[in-house]
């Protein structure tokens, strides 16, 4: 059954018009055998910026991931920073001892906006307040990053 479920998978997001990755293993892995697809959304993680095919169906959405927005992959840091879609995430750097801060690239924002200030907000708030940046703290070449603090965006 599961290889059945899984052909549906891959031949949904073959004709919905997604590209890139497909689900995680993980997330296949732990599909019932009763899981039906839905539809295939693009969902990205906030903190790496991949975005990702993920299959809906009987079960909830992955928490925490957001709707992937293309208008802010590739971009630099001022488009990312103009643009009301997307913040900025940057690595933090304290090797030199003092705060160092890295374009690392844009991410999509979360969709329900708040306003106030940005410290002291967790990764999931961070991504949905509008003028909010992510300071993410690790190896981005051979990861993980970890969300550091959340603080406001320059621009």
Known sequence: MRAIVMSIVVSMAMTSGCSGEDAPASAVDA???????????????PISGGCYNYCTGNSSEPVGLLQCNPDCHDVTEAVCLGHGGC???????????????????????????????CDGLDSYSCVHRRGCAMLLTGNPTYGPLMFARCVMAAG
């Open 87 to 117: 913040h900025p995430a940057y690595l933090l750097d304290t090797s030199s001892g003092s705060e160092v801060r890295h374009f690392l690239g844009c991410r999509s924002n979360g969709t329900e906006y708040g306003s106030g200030p």
């Open 31 to 45: 599909m019932p055998d009763t899981y039906v697809c839905r539809q295939v959304v693009r969902l990205e993680d």
